[in-house]
């Protein structure tokens, strides 16, 4: 407890005043072990395994969906789909792996990591978190609900009006598409400004910006581009849903709309979406390239700068989906030059993964080779890339499958390959047990040969003219060949994602035979997560981490002679956190985000089948927010024993000496409450 | 053999299969053997443009690919960790940077991206240069076929409606306004240029050459509904002066029907398909139908109301083109050629095929007014019609 006194300014009023007043209707579940726990955690890391698990879920839904669709192209004129299905399977897959599978898998890692890389306890806001989780589930499966309601979905994911109108698409698919996607947008919107105020004021003393690990500041970019870019399709869905469900015409060119309202707003969000998903991967590959190199990030500085130039570039380029739309030549030539030159910082990236390498001391575990399988396959998609900057090329390629290779290589080559590096090496950090290495190296390659085979072929199928969205094809255009080879891929990569599941299987059934704790820090790896024991500890931390440099974990391991080469200073046992303690006040759990969660997907019934069966939904979503803000900060039995006192507090509430630059301010909202008690405490446990 | 030899050897052999293959492919992709679609084989100026810019684009990502992958692959082997490394043996230097390196290998890609700008703006500029002389061909999308409207005499008026095949001078610019009466579709020729949408309420240019006189295949590429997958169209451009012959005979009437199932036809025409498509001069419920030259711009519905379906093609020529039911069906035993009409002996079959249910041969939901309905007509009706329709030339 020597350097308590820098610790002060985390000394906030904890809950106990108001513990004591509260109005005593609601009482805070208290469970945090079993089963129902789950249901009324606020715990950043459950949050974030569920997240995780449900995408996970998802990515199977959406691989069945591709799997259908790459079967019914296996061979021309194939008649296992009919159109009208083949056009609510492709829709899907697209809407289910953008938005229910790399987007929530993203925030998997996001709401595990953040906190426990910047050293917090717990986000700003925890029951918002919990609230953010369950709307974003409730939305997945009321839109995946369309199936037993008359279809899916039928527009394909970017739903242009005005085949998106109810006039084209007369069926209830893509009201479950405007309704569940506004659904997910709240979710989505509610957790960035979560990690977003996280990320500014949660910080522990030391972790200037500018140390943070490079996930921290990718998953912080995303989370500021989605407040702003989430707003947008906002728009465009509540204008698609009036067009569709109460007969408004801002798409009906007949009477005055413009069908390029909706591209243009789908595409404002769209194209910041796109570095939405692959960001997270790059903050994912960034971590793990410098651990298994057994060097610090090249040029952290510029890794951290271009991730911020591509998401201001991310906002002037969105017009190059729309090349051949017809929007005049000016508007071409200035998105064709922006967008070509967003590849300039992509490409540094690039650049310094591979000076990372470069002369390290390279273990292959999984985790790596995804990682290494996502600089060299990401790359194929941004060269691709530029080759449809250009506008005039574009005009040949865009909605031809040139294109859906290009894209599979950059969202499967780049973030699927990055997450599953991810879920290789947090996996021990989540569940206290590895995933085995060597089902992990088939995985690796099984999905490396399906994905090369499967979207590889697909560059030739484009050049030679096949267009996208397309049931089927015809004899006599050349696209036989390659249409059967990137099928036979597609199984390969369901073969590899079965192995994927077999091992996280075997794992658990390896490990329940045999615990073998892996430890704080399996890796030898080099940001604050690794500090603390393995699973994580409900309170994350021992005692708050007081950092000093990049890397801090690592500088705490490690230094180098006057060669610059690597020299141990200290053992793994003695830097990292035991575990173990006692009287860490957090945040209580809460029924009230499933309650208000609830409420949404019956309000989006009722506006797509009988207004009235929305009031149910409405009311449910009142008295959440009632019992939300009546609920007592505390359970009831959560005290602090606190073994120095009362916290010092002054008369306006504010801690005696809330005076350090480095602790940020408290956050101040609803959850403010929460945040306080959970964040700022003075319990330190005593360790070792 | 030690890491270095042995990442030698890696880098060489993956450099060779690369460039052995991407050579393979880039072949594949443009040999003689050319796909009706192809976007690598060009036949007109503005595909030739395109071309010229896309192999710049391929050539530098080439390159670069082969660099960033083989670096990849060296540094795999080379610096793979061996097993018998223990802590503290062979440890890394510890870079953390190297600005110069950095700011080198930011402003070196920017460079080469803004001599490939340089082309791209060019190429962007000529796109829509068309010559003085270019005829002006109204380009319809509707689902799930094309129409084209061309007004030959430049009085305003309409003169010549078809559908699915435009025709066109070779070697002379001919200057597209697409439009559409429904949904978004896009026109696409590649062998003659890159795709442009056709968007309610909005006319967009496209220019089309051909250095000679062919057929050249299109596909609607913007997704349009159940038969966007089928929604094709041709570009038959003739010799100069063969254009001017079916100018002629895309202005003047067709043979009145002579023999008796032709006139059953007509009849049975005039009373099931005029609500839908246009002969030019005959209406809903004439008694006794007599040809025009000039077709009515009106008939149907009206270009640029969306969210109504209920136009069809106009069948005044319908034997001067080579295929029908959105260019999905060959009209003639003979494939499509440059010849002002085609030498083949018409395919009742398919015509039979496409009247007896349309919805059999292409996806439909003429319930909801997208598509052709079944007419529900008896063998005998279909033959007649079929005897009809094929006196349309």
New interface residues.
Partial sequence: MTVVSERTPLALPGGEPSAQNHLGVFTRPTATQGWKSWFTTVDHKKIGIMYGAAALFFFLVGGLEALLIRTQLAIPGSDLLSAELYNQIFTMHAVTMVFLVVMPLAAAFANYLLPLQIGARDVAFPRMNALSLWIWLLGAIFFNSSWLLGGGADGGWFAYAPNSGVAFSPSHGMDFYAVGLLIMGIASTVSAVNLTVTVLNLRTPGMTLMRMPVFTWMTFIVQVLLVFALPVITVALFLLMFDRLFGATFFDASKGGDPFLWEHLFWIFGHPEVYIMILPAFGVVSEVIPVFSRKPIFGYPFMVGSGIAIGFMGWGVWAHHMFASGMGEISVLAFSLATMFIAVPTGVKILNWCATMYGGRLRFTTAMLFSVGLVAMFTIGGLSGVSHAVAPADTQQTDTYYIVAHFHYVLFGGAVLGLFSGIYFWYPKMFGMFLGETLGKWHFWLMMIGFNLTFGPMHMLGLQGMMRRTWTYSDGYGFNTWNLVATIGAFTLAVSVTIFLVNIWASYRAHKRNPVNPGPDPWDARSLEWMIPSPTPEYNFDETVVVEEFDEFWHRKYGHDEDGRLVRIAPTEEVAQHGGATGIHLPSPSYWPLVMAVGFPLVGYGLIFNLWWALPGALLMLVAIYGWVMEPPDAPSDHHDDLEGPDPVDSTGEPAELTSGEAQASAESDDAEEADSSEFTTEEAPVG | MTNKTKAMIWAIVATVVFIVSGWL?LR??TSS?T??????SPHGVK?D??QT??YW??G??AV??LL??V??IW??VR???EDS?E??Q??????????S??IG??IV??VI?AG??V???N???K??DASADAIEVEVIGQ?WWWEFRYDTNGDGEVDIITANQLVMPADHDVNLK?QSN???H?FWI?TL?????A????T??LVLQSYEPGVFEG????????????MRMQVKSLPEAEYEDWLDIMTTNPDDPSDADQIAGQELFVQQCTGCHQINGISPGDEDPAYTPIPDPDYGATV?????AQNAPNLTHLMMRDTFAGSLLALYDEPASPEVMNPGIPNTNNLKRWLRNPEEVK?MDPE?G?GMPNMGLSEEQIDQLVAYLITLK
Avoid at chain 2, 35 to 40: A, D, H
Avoid at chain 2, 304 to 308: F, H, M, P, W
Wanted: glycine fraction near 8%; hydrophobic fraction near 45%; charge should be negative.
């Fill in positions: 492919m594949g992709a053997v796909f009706p679609l192809n976007t690598l595909a443009y395109i810019l896309t684009v391929f530098i990502a670069v690919f960033v992958e670096a990849i540094m795999v610096f793979r960790a490394d802590e503290g062979n440890e890394p230097r510890q870079v953390h940077g190297i600005t390196l950095e290998w930011t890609p920017a991206l490939l700008a082309l791209n703006v190429t962007i500029l796109m829509e689902q697409i429904d949904v978004i896009s590649p240029n890159g795709k442009k949408d968007v309610p309420g909005r967009h240019p596909q609607c590429t913007e997704f349009c509904g159940l038969s966007h997958g089928v640029g109301s969306a969210l109504s996806p909801n997208q």
